[in-house]
């Protein structure tokens, strides 16, 4: 079993940046997929940016150039950096983990969750 816990997130006015941290307990197998999705109501959860076992990231179209996702294995953390922050960033923030090498877009294909953490971009 595996726990994940977001926290950082906020208001922040549009161009400003925020630094969301997950930490993670428990097993975590050899090849995983680890990564960011948000959720806005009334639209589907969306895959923001994965990073490999093997160090591969994915970052979605919108958030390129403007976010980074970075793992620290020692410390059992995932953080994303996110600047030039636009309203359109606004959603709630899910930390998430998956067994197996590959980073599916799909929230289906996740099986661990976090609680989320809010982000609000006012413009």
């Known amino acids: 079993q595996v726990r994940l816990e977001e926290s950082g997130g906020g208001p922040v006015p549009a161009g400003g940046s925020l630094r969301l941290s997950c930490t993670w307990s428990?097993?975590?197998?050899?090849?995983?997929?680890m990564g960011w999705f948000r959720e806005v109501p009334g639209k589907e959860r969306e895959r923001v940016a994965t990073i490999r076992s093997d160090g591969v990231i994915t970052y979605a179209d919108s958030v390129k150039g403007r976010f980074t996702i970075s793992e620290d294995k020692a410390r059992k953390t995932l953080d994303l950096e996110m600047d030039s922050l636009i309203p359109a960033d606004t959603g709630m923030y899910y930390c998430?983990?998956?067994?197996?090498?590959?980073?599916?877009?799909?929230?289906?294909?996740?099986?661990?969750w976090g609680q989320g953490t809010q982000v609000t971009v006012s413009s």
């Open positions: 428990g097993y975590r197998s050899t090849s995983y997929c």
């Open positions: 998430t983990q998956k067994v197996g090498g590959s980073c599916p877009p799909a929230q289906a294909q996740y099986r661990f």
